[in-house]
């Protein structure tokens, strides 16, 4: 079985995980009112000469990164070290906000510049917002 992925602009495989990003890449666009001009998935970044995939990256409108979502399927359980995976990403893309979501619980973080870290938010923000 397949979905149309509308940030790939093609079908793709609906594993589990699969079916959480396309959700949520809907509900950013619907509720959070962030474009689907200003998404990608599957973004690859470098860390050393190690290649790793983003699942979502939103820009803002100069498409600068503004925020990674790192989805898993509904029964992996959301850990200490699935943070530690978007932080690794975080330190790349140097964004502003992160989330993490399994379809089933999602978290989401903001950077503090006082602080320089990550500080847990109660809700994803807006497009508006960056």
Known sequence: MEVFDPLRKKNVALTPEEGVRQSFIK???EKRGWPLSVMMSE???NIGAV???CDIVC???QLEPQMIVECKAPDVKITKETFEQIWRYAIILKVKWLAITNGVATFACEYDNKA?????ISDIPRYEAQ
């Open 27 to 29: 509900w950013l666009q």
């Open 43 to 45: 973004t690859q970044i």
């Open 51 to 53: 290649k790793f995939r």
């Open 59 to 61: 820009y803002n409108k």
């Open 116 to 120: 320089g870290e990550y500080k847990f």
